[in-house]
């Protein structure tokens, strides 16, 4: 069954992160078969690119997805502990390594600007548009601020930028410089294996996360 899926154009093993493109069509974190796949808005399925390995444009367990202002696709490949980025017809452009642990979340800003949770190091890394390093903020901890196995990771329109601190229990709120802004808690969420949830937050400022623990997703207002 995982060998179907593998080769079976649209059939996922165990799907991450997703992100919607600009004219509606979706990409997913295609994490049990290495690769990321995309849906048409039908959800038809569209194009597929990536293998297991080690190389450009291969994957080990890809968790987290985002799709640039310029429609580049950045992905965060969790166990090459990179983060690679692609045209929007799915051609290797580059990748930045920066000390990640097992990075689970990207995502970027209107300006372009990137986020990644850098999960085992409990940290956010901030890179320009371009790829160069420019800031990161976190440590881990329980303090306000402070992360632990932080995963999911989104932007709103305002410039926030929110982050899935699982291993807290919590959502925190932070400034695109990383100053932190609030935080609440999220019931269900814990530091297990698997237990990787994700965030989006829409246009009206709903913020909508994943519970993999209870199955559930649920809507915060602002």
Known sequence: EERAAQFTPGRLHQPRGVAVRA???ILVAD????RVQEFHKDLSPGLAWGTHGEGPGQFKDPCGIAVGPSGDVLVADTWNQRVQVFSKDGKYQREWAGGFFGPRGVATD???????S???NGRIVRFSPTGQREIE???????PGQ??????????????VYVCDNGNGRMQIFTVDGQFVNEFPVSGWESKVYS???VTVDPSGTIWVTVPGDKEIRAYDS
Do not use: Q, R, Y
């Not at 903020?137 to 303090?143: E, V």
């Not at 992360?147 to 926030?160: H, Q, R, V, Y």
């Open 110 to 116: 209107a300006k372009g600007t990137v986020f990644v």
């Open 147 to 160: 992360l632990f196995e932080p995963s999911g990771i989104s932007t709103d329109a305002s410039g926030k």
């Open 137 to 143: 903020w976190g440590g881990k901890g329980k303090a």
């Open 23 to 25: 004219d509606g069509s």
């Open 31 to 34: 994490f049990g078969n290495n």
């Open 196 to 198: 990787e949830p994700n």
């Open 118 to 120: 850098d999960t085992g």
